[in-house]
């Protein structure tokens, strides 16, 4: 009994979401239920999160319904990781059947053969092959023509290469000039130069992290918290990837959160903003920064008013 009621429930969603409309005597008869049981279906469907319109006595579900937002936010893909996707399926080759048919509905969504397929795809592609290759030798090479938006000019670099990230976008390497490490964008460079030369900075190589607030460094710091309902409650809803981080303590009114960050500032701006819920239990240097914003607050609070009254 309770599995057909929910199998009408999913029949009549299938039905109200395909955009055509249906009437009450039709949706009866698809669904098999009565008027008096789909009227309480839809009822249903309005408090479960699906906004419903009626138009010359058809009914239809709204796609920009609060449960279809939700829904794509959980299953759909970014860009880069449907090009993550396609570019394996194209690596798999053509004797798998069902490989063919992903990287067809694929393509005809997004186009990526096209993409793949221009000269400047073709030009990272190569330049993706070069940096690999220098880094499993370990050699330097020269990156010519590096457009940099930061120091606003187009020129050439001398690096050593040693991690391909975010999807073959980026490559972090160490350069000789600055004698730092750095990210570059692999499509901003207009050629790449093999040298006849070995590393000779590995000790210095450092990778770049991202932590849970988007805030990226070459070195980590854990932080350790004491969260109340309404912070673990906010932190999940905010960061749920972070699940994993939180642990209930034995009360059952507070959890522990125990995190690695680059950067102070996300994690200040979300103990900041409740302070009155959480408590810092480690890290020193955390615990002074956040007195350095309290100050900072305090001392802007207690400005005089310069505003002028009209």
Known sequence: MRFNKLRAQLDLILLLADGRGYSVA?????VGISVRNLYYLLEFLKTAGFTLFKANGKYHIDWRSPFF????????FSDAEMRTIYSLLTMAGNKNDTVNQLRTKIDNVYNFSVFLNSPKQ????????????AIHMKRMVKIIGYSSPNSQSVKDRIVEPFYIMNNTQDVRCYELVSKSNKTFRINRMEAIEELDADWLHEDAHRQIFTDIFMFSGE???RVELRLGQLARNIFIEEYPQGVPLLSPEPDGLHWRLSVEVCDFRGLGRFVL???TDIEILSNTEFKSYIQQKILEMQQR???PDTSVEL
């Not at 039709?26 to 698809?30: A, D």
């Not at 937002?69 to 759909?76: A, F, P, W």
């Open 69 to 76: 937002t939700q829904l794509t936010k959980t299953i759909q």
């Open 219 to 221: 070195t980590r710091q």
């Open 122 to 133: 073709k030009q990272i592609g190569n330049h993706v092959k070069l940096l690999e290759k």
């Open 273 to 275: 903003g409740l302070f």
């Open 301 to 303: 609070i207690a400005m």
């Open 26 to 30: 039709e949706l009866c008869q698809r």
